[in-house]
């Protein structure tokens, strides 16, 4: 049954620094093993999480997929700030782009700065960390301890904790913590178990991933970057139950966002006694209707910025309607086009070099590829910018416009920056459009 331990805490008097010399009694949470706690949950939240996953799935199937897993590409950079100790966001998701396609391209540097190139390296690193995690044929400890690495890849404590740790409270001491997660001596059991889960597990997509968050979070595994791991696994699970793909749900966002709520959801979760008591399924019930919310919020959010994408689209399309009369031609390109194609690929490619474009069509040479790029630029669709002596890159701007703006809305806590400001660093709001 899950409990609180009480546990002694002897104070390190000859610790260089030790400020505070208290000992004394502090309670550590024992949770329940995952893998056997019965699930019961009311039948409306039942509906209701597989009213969600519906959704999910229908905006996984949407055709705008590609712009949408752009978007959680960009959105990715924000833990990548944080596992590089970087302070804020004041990396844009321009320049994060930028840096990706010269290390990509092999270019020389130009547009943007060398904390953008460390933060595209770390999302490179993140993604192909995150994508093992979810083509392994069984998650294991070991694997999400590869996870922790690439997310914190300066951390000396690797590898699940020796020690105890906790939340609040004072920097010296458990004894005034707000949690206090399980002693270190269970912790490799239990992330054994959640593992065990995480691979077996039963319920719907939508549970699954709510579970192995909060048990994730309340056996607080490693020294530092829990939080962090725990946001990673969301979108393993999800991807591995096949309801997404790519971390397309911007779902970990939403509950960063709800900081409160999610604290007080954990907490409910945190019950104790018997699992199949009330207390218990109450708590378990308000922890997943939460999670299930967030994840609601997300698909809407989501479908917000694939219908501003494809408004931007068809203004496209009008633009190189008018271009194209103007010069003479055919109002429409030709169905196959180069032209035609790159216009499909922008939303969620939004910067490109001939290079590129070769790269993306595949059967295309050098001139018609640079003359497709050249014939949006003059349609003012994208933006000339010179990447290195030899090679021009062009930029569709206001698709970096709206990834700024979801940024700043899935960081209000009303989803609306007009509404409320954004909780949390974003990047700032672009000089053209709402936010």
Known sequence: MATWLDQRWEPALGAPGSRDRRGGIFHAYRPDELADRPISLPPPLGRRANQVERAIADLVAGPEIGALEGLARFLLRSEAIASSRIEGLQVSARQVALAELAEGEGLGRGGFTSTAQLVANNVTVLRAAASSLVEADVVSVDGIEDLHRALLPDEQLHGVRSAQNWIGGSAWNPLEADFVPPPARLVQGLMEDLTDYVDNATAGPLVHAALVHAQFETIHPFVDGNGRVGRALIHTVLTRRGLTQGSVLPVSLVLLTRSEDYIRG???????????????????????????EAASTAVDQARTFADQLRSLTSEWEERLSTARVERGVREKPRSGSGVARLLELLPGTPIMTTKTVQRLLGDISFPPARAALEELAEAGIVVRQQLDGRTTGYLATEVFDLLTIAERRLASTRWDTRESAPARPVPARPQRGRS
């Open 266 to 292: 954990l907490a409910a979760f945190r019950h104790t006694g018997s699992p199949t008591s009330r207390a218990a399924n109450d708590g378990l019930a308000a922890w997943v209707e939460l999670f299930v």
